[in-house]
């Protein structure tokens, strides 16, 4: 049993696309050393939307990451970066599935704050997951 979380963020601007890729290339390497990891990987769906996947050995160890000194740093950047961003949480085996990640977004997830949200963000629509280019895993480190 795993405690699973999966996030999905939509940038408002290419330009913040390079910040926005290091950001997050340094919270996956802070989730890759974290402990408590399990597996994970980052997803380009395309039009500008990344998805996130990781399972860890329960909650607590979820929330240790999060509030890490890397992770936290770059959460409040994306009230102005994105334009949608939503999140969910759930207990059972980790997924790898991006089709079954997106039905449970779709079903599941709950809306962040962001500055200046779309119309299918107030409305919690999801477009349908067009996968623009493969995962990327998020690498276990020491």
């Given at each position: 049993m795993a405690f699973n979380s999966i996030t999905r963020l939509r940038l408002r601007s290419f330009f913040t696309l390079p910040a926005f890729l290091g950001e997050a290339r340094a919270s996956a390497a802070q989730a890759g050393r974290s402990a408590g990891f399990i597996s994970g990987a980052l997803l380009l769906e395309g039009r500008m939307?990344?998805?996130?996947?990781?399972?860890?050995?329960?909650?607590?160890?979820?929330?240790?990451?999060?509030?890490?000194?890397?992770?936290?740093?770059?959460?409040?950047?994306?009230?102005?970066?994105?334009?949608?961003a939503s999140v969910a949480h759930w207990e059972g085996e980790p997924v790898s599935d991006w089709d079954a990640v997106h039905a449970r977004m779709v079903a599941e997830g709950r809306l962040s704050r962001v500055r200046h949200p779309t119309a299918a963000h107030t409305a919690k629509q999801f477009s349908p997951l067009k996968r623009w280019a493969p995962e990327q895993p998020i690498a276990r480190s020491a």
């Open positions: 939307v990344f998805w996130t996947r990781t399972a860890w050995e329960s909650a607590d160890a979820m929330k240790a990451y999060r509030d890490g000194e890397v992770h936290r740093a770059a959460m409040p950047k994306l009230a102005d970066w994105c334009d949608e």
